[in-house]
Nanobody, 128 residues
Framework: QLQLVESGGGLVQPGGSLRLSCVVS????????MGWFRQAPGKEREGVSC????????NYADSVKGRFTISTDNANNTVYLQMNSLKPEDTAIYYC?????????????????????WGQGTQVTVSS
């Protein structure tokens, strides 16, 4: 059974850091593009960052470039999102997602919000 389980969310002050983890089971990262998406109250879900573990290509939303870093640990079937210099506008539920490899690029996955499988989400709140 294919599963994505996120962890690492919480409450942090502006300027702080969090690292989100997504442990996957039932498939291997090598056969999928992986991504982090977020949804704030009253807003559409947006692609934060996407990655291909084959070759390491990545894509970031403009709002997080230079602050967030996506990575994978294929041996442990885990995807990470390191979030630094957090801002109140980063407050949202963060979802891990997987997309079977096709002709879609990591940019396409993030911008078009394409995914075949989703995790249950983890809440990130940035507030003083």
């Amino acid at each position: 059974q294919l599963q994505l389980v996120e962890s690492g969310g919480g409450l942090v002050q502006p300027g702080g850091s969090l690292r989100l983890s997504c442990v996957v089971s039932g498939f291997t990262l090598d056969n999928y593009l992986m991504g982090w998406f977020r949804q704030a109250p009253g807003k559409e879900r947006e692609g934060v960052s996407c990655i291909s573990s084959r070759g390491g290509s990545t894509n970031y939303a403009d709002s997080v470039k230079g602050r967030f870093t996506i990575s994978t640990d294929n041996a442990n079937n885990t995807v990470y999102l390191q979030m630094n210099s957090l801002k109140p506008e980063d407050t949202a539920i963060y979802y891990c997602a997987a997309l079977r490899r096709t002709l879609i690029t990591v940019q396409g996955m993030c911008v078009r919000r394409r995914a075949d499988y989703w995790g249950q989400g983890t809440q990130v709140t940035v507030s003083s």
